[in-house]
């Protein structure tokens, strides 16, 4: 495996001012001097040293803020030239401009099972930077295709792990989770890229829906649920109402009831807490016991 290795190479600005010296001194005014004295042997001279500075000046190169500059020599790698500003280095050094800037990619809106088999949608963000520059230019063919081809894989085999939501308690889901499957998915897309020179910075699902074929069935199946959940909350506030009047009603000695007609009382009071309508009161003119 090819690894990066950062390379230290001269400025630009000297042999940027030194070439363009030799270049007009000697190659065009050696020109213009051997055509007023009519030498054609110093015309040539002044040919040759005009095609060395070209070759000599080709050697510059600018290096951008968060950019590295691969360097090549007859197909080896010679290392990666990191430094912001005009560089010039051997001229027979090939050049390949790579960034390191921090990228975004999201990811189109992919249909998979989830792990209850259940079709959904799941689409995702990726931030991401280049961190090897060799590693990048000649361990993969196209280190941008590369992240976008494994990201969706990673996000794919993600969704086929975990249900869209949880049915147990303590149970980790797709949508309820959203921390954790955002920090297990950049741990498997990173192990993907490793490879390739790249850091994943950050990974979270931007789109998570059941898909069109079942969404009106699950959508009753969240609301069945969500009623069940409520009923159970009221349930257990009107039991707790009802055990409170009861004792209040025995500290208080406002009446002596027994067992029968506390059963009865529960039982009413029940009615009256969970039902969905307003009871319609009645009144008792008579004794309880009649």
């Known amino acids: 495996m090819i690894q990066e290795r950062e390379l230290r190479v001269h400025g630009g600005i000297g042999p940027l001012a030194a070439g363009l010296v030799i270049f007009l001194g000697g190659g065009v005014g050696g020109v213009v001097a051997a055509v007023a004295w009519n030498e054609p042997g110093l015309i040539a001279a002044a040919v040759i040293l005009a095609v060395l500075d070209v070759f000599f000046l080709k050697g510059l190169f600018i290096v951008n803020p968060n950019e590295g500059m691969v360097l090549q020599l007859f197909g080896k790698y010679v290392g990666t030239v990191k430094q912001a500003g005009l560089k010039w280095a051997n001229p027979l050094y090939l050049h390949r401009a790579v960034s390191l800037r921090a990228r975004n990619f999201e990811s189109a809106?992919?249909?998979?099972?989830?792990?209850?088999?259940n079709p959904v949608e799941i689409g995702c963000i990726i931030?991401?930077?280049?961190?090897?520059?060799?590693?990048?230019?000649f361990e993969v063919d196209d280190y941008k295709q590369y992240v976008h081809v494994q990201s969706e894989s990673a996000v794919r085999n993600l969704a086929t792990q975990y249900p869209y939501d949880a049915h147990q308690e303590g149970q980790m889901s797709l949508r309820a989770s959203t921390a954790e499957i955002a920090q297990q998915l950049q741990s498997e897309i990173q192990a993907r890229l490793v490879k390739a020179g790249v850091t994943v910075v950050e990974a979270r699902i931007s789109h998570l829906a059941y898909a069109p074929e079942i969404a009106a069935a699950m959508l009753r199946r969240q609301q069945a649920s969500a009623i069940v959940a409520a009923r159970k909350k009221i349930v257990e506030g009107a039991v707790g109402m009802v055990e409170d009047a009861l004792e209040l009603l025995q500290s208080k000695h406002v009446v002596e009831l027994d067992e029968d007609r506390k059963a009865a009382m529960v039982s009413n009071l029940l009615v009256v807490l969970c039902g969905d309508k307003e009871a319609q009161p009645v009144v008792n003119t008579g004794s309880i016991y009649q």
């Open 127 to 137: 931030v991401w930077r280049v961190s090897d520059t060799a590693e990048a230019t």
């Open 109 to 117: 809106k992919l249909k998979v099972n989830d792990h209850d088999g």
